[in-house]
Nanobody, 122 residues
Framework: HVQLQASGGGLVQAGGSLRLSCAAS?????MGWFRQAPGKERELVAA????????SFADSVKGRFTISRDNAQNTVTLQMDNLKPEDTAVYFCAAKSRFGPLDSRSSTYEYWGQGTLVTVSS
């Protein structure tokens, strides 16, 4: 069983940047960052394939967020720039235990981190 440890959340003003990191205790395949705001469903923010060559982003973050991974270190990073108040949410990293296509459905990810709060003030 792989454990995921997320870090890097915090409070930032609109227009600012934050970097989230997720460390996995073992090998993973596709990985993703999801977020959940109060009263809303969990949604995929960004995903990256096992080799790092394919990525996918929610329309709301395209051009502002980037996702990368370092398989030697078993880490995935979400760089968030030009943050907006609507980006405020708890962010979760997630990983798949099997090879497969990038997927926006949270139910297809077997491993989850504990969540880290991102608050963007206006």
């Amino acid at each position: 069983h792989v454990q995921l440890q997320a870090s890097g959340g915090g409070l930032v003003q609109a227009g600012g940047s934050l970097r989230l990191s997720c460390a996995a205790s073992g090998r993973t395949f596709s990985m993703g960052w999801f977020r959940q705001a109060p009263g809303k469903e969990r949604e995929l923010v960004a995903a990256i394939s096992s080799g790092g060559r394919s990525t996918s982003f929610a329309d709301s973050v395209k051009g502002r967020f980037t996702i990368s991974r370092d398989n030697a270190q078993n880490t995935v990073t979400l760089q968030m720039d030009n943050l907006k108040p609507e980006d405020t949410a708890v962010y979760f990293c997630a990983a798949k235990s099997r090879f497969g296509p990038l997927d926006s459905r949270s139910s297809t990810y077997e491993y989850w981190g504990q969540g880290t709060l991102v608050t963007v003030s206006s």
